[in-house]
C-alpha cells in the first residue's frame, strides 16, 4: 500500500480519513493501540472519545455508545492491519507487547512472500492482522487499511452469534466455558465444518485452534488454501461436549438451526466436512469415514467433501502413499480444483 500523502501535500478540500470503533471501555482501547501504535492517544469531543494518529495519515476514533450516539446495528467487525519492517523476532516482539496489553493470539505467526504475519483480537475483539515486512519491500512509511464486511452479511452473523450465545437447546450449554461460533473469512466460497470444540477451542472461542487445527490450517496450506482467508470455519455443535466426546444425535439436533443459519448467510460454494459427526451432522449419512471420504456428495446446490478429522490424522503422521494423511492431502487439493470451478452439482 502507497504511504498516505503527508498534510502539506493533501488538497485542502480533501476528505479527512478516519477510522472508527465503538468500544465498551474507550479509554482501555485507546491506551492499547497507543502503546501498540507509540502515539499519544488525545480526548476528542467528550471525555468518552478519543483520538489517535495513524501510522501513514488519518485517525483513528473511539468512543463510547451512548443513547445520543448508539452503535449502529448492521456494522461488521473491523480488522486493522499494522504493518511496519521487521523480522520473524520483530514480529513476536509485536505480539508480546499486544497480548501484555490484552490483545489474544488467534494463531502461531506465518510466513509469508513479503515477510510474517500474525491475527490478533483486540480487548474489545475487533480483527488486528499484523505485519512485519522484509524491509527491502517496505515503502518508506507504515500503512493501516481496514475491512468491514457487508451490512446484511455483519448483521446477520451478529444476530447469530447473539442467539447462539444465548443458546440453552441442550445440555452442553451446561458446561460450556463459551459458545464457539466461528473463525475465518465470511465471504469464502469454502465452508469447513468440524464435529465440536475441544478444550482449547473451549478456552479460545475459536474453532479449529488446538493442535488437530493447527494440523489442518497446514494440511490445507499445502493445498494452497489458507484457512482464515480462503475459508469459513465452523462446528456441527458450537459447545464441547464434555470429555471430547463426539456429539449425540440429539445436541446434533439441537444446533442444526444454527449450522443451517450459518451456510445460509455464508452460502459457500463447497462445504469440507470434517469427520463423521460432521458428515451426520449435515448430511444425515451414518457409517465409517474412511468410506465416504473423498467421495463428493451433491447437498443443496452445493458440493461437499467429507475428510478425515484431523485429530485422527495427528495418530499418523507417514505421507507415504496410501496413507492416511496422504489421502486428506488428495482430498484437500480436489476440494481447491473444485473451487476454482464455476459449476454447482445438478
Known amino acids: 500500500m502507497a504511504a498516505a500523502a503527508s498534510p502539506e501535500q493533501r488538497s485542502p478540500d480533501a476528505p479527512a480519513a478516519a477510522l472508527v470503533l465503538a468500544a465498551d471501555a474507550p479509554a482501555a482501547l485507546a491506551g492499547f493501540y497507543a502503546a501498540l501504535l507509540a502515539c499519544e492517544a488525545q480526548h476528542g469531543l467528550t471525555a468518552a472519545h478519543w483520538l489517535l494518529p495513524l501510522p501513514g495519515g488519518g485517525r483513528l476514533e473511539i468512543y463510547a455508545p451512548s443513547r445520543s450516539r448508539p452503535r449502529p446495528r448492521g456494522l461488521g467487525r473491523l480488522t486493522l492491519c499494522l504493518r511496519r519492517p521487521g523480522s520473524a523476532d520483530s514480529l513476536q516482539a509485536w505480539i508480546d507487547q499486544a497480548c501484555r496489553l490484552g490483545a489474544t493470539l488467534l494463531e502461531p505467526p506465518r510466513s509469508e512472500p513479503f515477510g510474517w504475519e500474525a491475527w490478533l483480537l483486540d480487548p474489545e475483539g475487533n480483527g488486528v492482522l499484523l505485519l512485519a515486512e522484509d524491509p527491502a519491500d517496505h515503502g518508506p512509511q507504515p500503512a493501516v487499511m481496514a475491512a468491514v464486511l457487508p ?5 446477520g452473523l451478529g444476530a447469530l452469534a447473539e442467539a447462539c450465545s444465548a443458546c440453552r437447546r441442550c445440555a452442553l450449554a451446561e458446561a460450556r466455558t463459551q459458545v464457539v461460533v466461528s473463525r475465518g473469512n465470511p465471504q469464502a466460497r469454502l465452508m469447513v465444518i468440524g464435529e465440536g470444540p475441544g478444550a482449547q477451542e473451549d478456552a479460545q472461542g475459536q474453532p479449529f485452534v488446538g493442535r488437530s487445527g ?3 490450517d497446514r494440511l490445507l496450506e499445502r493445498a494452497g488454501l489458507d484457512s482464515n482467508r480462503d475459508a469459513y470455519v465452523c462446528n456441527v455443535v458450537k459447545c464441547r461436549p464434555p470429555d471430547n466426546r463426539k456429539p449425540t444425535p440429539a445436541e446434533l439436533a439441537a444446533c442444526r438451526p444454527w449450522l443451517e443459519r450459518q451456510i445460509t448467510l455464508v452460502d459457500p460454494a463447497v462445504i469440507l466436512l470434517a469427520g463423521s459427526s460432521a458428515v451426520q451432522g449435515l448430511l444425515g449419512l451414518k457409517g465409517g469415514i474412511t ?5 463428493w456428495q451433491p447437498w443443496q446446490g452445493r458440493w461437499v467433501m467429507p ?3 484431523p485429530s485422527y490424522l495427528l495418530r499418523y503422521a507417514s505421507e507415504q502413499p496410501g496413507s492416511p494423511r496422504w489421502h486428506t492431502l488428495h482430498d484437500l487439493e480436489a476440494v481447491q480444483r473444485r ?3 464455476s459449476t454447482a452439482p445438478l
Open 291 to 295: 468410506r465416504l471420504r473423498g467421495h
Open 214 to 216: 493447527q494440523l489442518l
Open 339 to 341: 473451487l476454482t470451478q
Open 307 to 309: 475428510i478425515l478429522h
Open 151 to 155: 451490512e446484511a452479511l455483519a448483521e
